[in-house]
């Protein structure tokens, strides 16, 4: 198994930036897929940004296209997910998840993490 735990979350202004952390421990991190997704109070979880095991493929929801950038240190068992220009809409619980392939849905993940808040303030 995976144990995923993210870091990073607070409070920003609108335009601002965060970079989020997410440190995995158990199984090799670098044989796995890694995913950001979020989840607003009474919304489902959403699909943000995901990244393959090497690092060479990445996908970003359209809505974070631009703005947010995922990438990974497999030396480090860490991925990483930097917010610039954050928007109001971006406020969420942000969850890391890792998965055998690269997917866009919450079921293509095998591990989560605990979330961490993101609140954006105007």
């Known amino acids: 198994q995976v144990q995923l735990v993210e870091s990073g979350g607070g409070l920003v202004q609108a335009g601002g930036s965060l970079r989020l952390s997410c440190a995995a421990s158990g199984r090799t991190f670098s044989s796995y897929a890694m995913g950001w997704f979020r989840q607003a109070p009474g919304k489902e979880r959403q699909f943000v940004a995901t990244?393959?095991?090497?690092?060479?493929?990445?996908y970003y929801a359209s809505s974070v296209k631009g703005r947010f950038t995922i990438s990974r240190d497999n030396a480090k068992n860490t991925v990483y997910l930097l917010m610039n220009s954050l928007k109001p809409e971006d406020a969420a619980v942000y969850y890391c998840?890792?998965?055998?392939?690269?997917?866009?849905?919450?079921?293509?993940?095998?591990?989560w993490g605990q979330g961490t808040q993101v609140t954006v303030s105007a």
């Open positions: 998840a890792a998965a055998t392939y690269v997917a866009t849905a919450t079921n293509g993940y095998d591990y």
């Open positions: 990244i393959s095991w090497n690092g060479g493929t990445t």
